[in-house]
């Protein structure tokens, strides 16, 4: 769990049911910026000469390739947030919504980059409930060649926690906050409502 003051402060904005649309994308993608510099910690660096104005030096620059894979829809609102630090980073898009009757994923778009099984893949969805469609977000990435995987989202429930580790227990997740349960209808509790209709102001 990615642990940060201003971290706290922003998800707490998204939990507040008085934010609108406008604020509460703000603050995702100021949270996503963050996340981004946490997981970015991880990524393995070179050794490359540079010449400065004055003088040659050494120095260091990341090794491999980035992509980031937001989960539509909702995962396009922390896309900004990667891209600030990471730039070069490719984006993917897979579409998945869940079936509201049976709480299942129904899978709706793909549209992958390349050079893939090369990158350093970051799949990312605010939410993390039953982690059916992160499992299966996951499970189309590695049919296209992914290996190096890694899932981050905002908050998670521990039976979307659970789903995601016995699926693919490879696959490092980062989260903001892990909260109590799912109800009834499979929302997390607390949470911070449907992410994708908040951020899009569609509720």
């Not at 898009?93 to 709706?108: A, K, L, N, T």
């Amino acid at each position: 769990m990615v642990e940060h003051p201003v971290l706290a402060d922003r998800l707490s904005v998204l939990r507040d049911r008085e934010t609108a649309h406008g604020a509460f994308r703000q603050a995702l993608f100021e949270a996503a910026a963050i996340m981004a510099v946490e997981v970015a910690r991880e990524l393995p660096v070179r050794d490359v000469e540079i010449e400065t104005p004055l003088e040659p030096t050494r120095g260091l620059r990341l090794r491999d390739e980035v992509a980031v894979v937001p989960v539509l829809r909702a995962g396009l609102g922390m896309v900004e947030g990667f891209l600030r630090l990471l730039p070069d980073a490719r984006v993917g898009h897979v579409g998945i919504y869940r079936d509201e009757q049976e709480h299942v994923p129904v899978s709706y778009y793909e549209r992958l980059p390349p050079r893939l099984p090369s990158s350093r893949v970051y799949v990312l969805d605010p939410m993390l409930a039953t982690g059916g469609s992160a499992v299966s977000a996951l499970e189309r990435l590695k049919r296209a060649g992914a290996r190096r995987l890694e899932l981050v989202c905002l908050v998670a429930a521990p039976q979307g926690l659970e789903a995601v580790q016995r699926a693919h227990p490879e696959v490092p997740v980062w989260t903001a906050a892990v909260d109590r349960e799912l109800d009834e209808n499979a929302y997390i509790r607390p949470g911070l409502g449907d992410a994708g209709d908040r951020v899009f102001g569609t509720v």
